[in-house]
């Protein structure tokens, strides 16, 4: 009697079977290449709430008939979404340590290069017998160098290799420091820094890169600019020592001419396997962060060039670098010039800059990410303006010195935060060429803006620095208002 109820209520055929079942996705870590980004994630959960659920809520009493029916009477299986992709770790593989190293310590030479300017300027003037308008040049070759790197990242890589990327970037470095070493004439000097620039703009990418997709990308990417932000004051304090001691202003490229060479070793060595570590993903069908897989180079450049994060983060990068460049490189000169000061004095002010750029990164990186990063650049942003009034308005030098340190200090997380806020929000297949582009256009800000600075200050005085930087400061606001909410993953 039983088995009559039973088969009253299940009428299945025992000479069915299913044929060709659907596959599932194994769960590999290397098997799901391009999840949604956070912003992604939250959109397809908004899409999901408003065309209800996918199956019927009350399925009814009909006995499935066939094979198939069977299978689509079962809840559907879970979908990719809800799978995490396993991340490496600063310490896993342990080969990884050696290569944050090498990041650090070549974005602590990109540091180095950037700051000391500001205190060679005035040499490099007299030496020369050029104005502001001239000598600002190499700010405008700088920017060129970035701005040509920007298309050609992700197809250097493509075709070198990490490795053999970060070789070239950092002997192209070092082929402009042995031209700078030479004292050579000033037409020269504008074509080592616009070399600089191509060569700094060919490693940040995919160094910024490699420490946006370490696990705990925040914490990685405050050693990363932190670093940056320590060659940031013995730049200056260098250049500043030599050149009051009688030395030549290309002396300072001397002691950066080692740096490049240790970086071009470490690099090699640490990234020559990288390759093999991270093999390349191949997407099992397209997703949302990916539709197109079998997109070339040119369309994902396009792709990410149109993207409104990438836009948006160029235009923010621009404003930042703009404004911490044209502190750094004119802030002695309007000290010189307004405050009566001699160079020998004052020369050290922009120690005091960047290390308050360090400080912050250190300090403040951390409880910027409690609080939220978007919050929290917001916050910063207004205090460097305010800040940036008083070193314009307050007539003391000692007071003014103290101020521009502060600025350093707000200014200090901006650059690792927004850096974690893009990696959220840019799609994985697009990271590359996105990353490189803001890097590229953004950081050409630190050579636009010192340049007509310079121009100004020519015409009307140095004190132009301080309403261009607030003018900065509020562009960065606005763009960074702009950005798309960065939701928490919720797998």
């Given at each position: ?73 079962r809840p559907p299986s879970p979908e990719y979404i809800d799978i995490v992709e396993v991340l490496q770790t600063w310490t896993e ?32 003037e007299k030496d020369y017998s050029i104005g502001y308008a001239i000598v600002s040049l190499i700010f405008v070759t700088n920017a ?348």
């Open positions: 009697m039983g088995s009559h109820s039973l088969g009253a209520l299940i009428d299945i055929e025992e000479s069915a079977h299913i044929r060709d079942p659907p596959p599932v996705l194994k769960k590999e870590p290397h098997g799901l290449p391009d999840l949604p980004t956070a912003y992604e994630l939250d959109e397809l959960r908004t899409a999901t709430r408003s065309q209800g659920p996918s199956i019927p809520a009350t399925p009814g009493t009909q006995t499935p008939r066939t094979p198939n029916d069977l299978e689509m009477s593989p342990p080969i990884n340590k050696w290569r944050v190293l090498s990041a650090c310590m070549m974005n602590f030479g990109n540091g180095l290069n950037d700051a000391a300017p500001g205190a060679l300027i005035p040499y490099m060129v160098g970035f701005l040509s790197a920007a298309p050609l990242a992700a197809i250097v890589q493509s075709r070198l290799g990490r490795a053999k990327t970060l070789v070239l970037a950092q002997t192209i470095i070092t082929a402009a420091y042995v031209m700078l070493t030479c004292k050579p004439p000033f037409p020269v000097v504008v074509l080592a820094f616009y070399l600089i620039g191509l060569g700094i703009a060919s490693q940040l990418a995919p160094n910024n890169m490699f420490c946006a997709n370490l696990a705990i990308p925040t914490t990685c990417l405050v050693f990363f600019h932190g670093t940056y932000g320590i060659g940031g004051p013995i730049g200056p304090l260098i250049a500043t020592s030599l050149v009051t001691n009688g030395r030549a202003w290309s002396t300072f490229y001397f002691i950066a001419l080692p740096l490049a060479l240790l970086n071009l070793l470490l690099a090699f060595l640490s990234f020559r396997t990288f390759e093999t570590d991270n093999p390349p993903l191949h997407l099992l069908h397209p997703t949302p962060s990916n539709p197109h897989p079998t997109s070339s180079r040119s369309q994902l450049l396009k792709a990410a060039l149109r993207n409104k994060t990438t836009i948006l983060g160029a235009l923010f990068i621009f404003a930042y670098q703009g404004a911490e460049v044209s502190i750094s490189g004119w802030v002695i000169s309007f000290l010189i010039s307004y405050r009566h000061s001699s160079p020998s004095h004052v020369g050290y002010v922009t120690s005091g800059f960047w290390a308050g750029i360090t400080l912050g990164r250190f300090l403040l990186s951390h409880p910027a990410h409690r609080i939220g990063e978007k919050r929290a650049t917001f916050l910063l942003i207004a205090g460097a303006t305010a800040f940036q009034l008083l070193v314009w308005l307050v007539p003391n030098v000692i007071g003014e010195a103290v101020a521009v340190s502060i600025v350093g200090l707000l200014l200090g997380p901006i650059y690792p935060c927004a850096t974690s806020v893009f990696t959220k929000l840019i799609p994985r297949r697009l990271q590359m060429s996105s990353l490189a582009g803001i890097s590229a256009l953004g950081s050409s800000g630190g050579a636009v803006a010192p340049f007509f600075t310079g121009l100004l200050a020519q015409s009307v005085g140095t004190w132009v620095l301080h309403p261009i930087c607030v003018g900065l400061f509020a562009m960065m606001g606005g763009c960074w208002w702009g950005l798309p909410r960065v939701g928490k993953r919720r797998e």
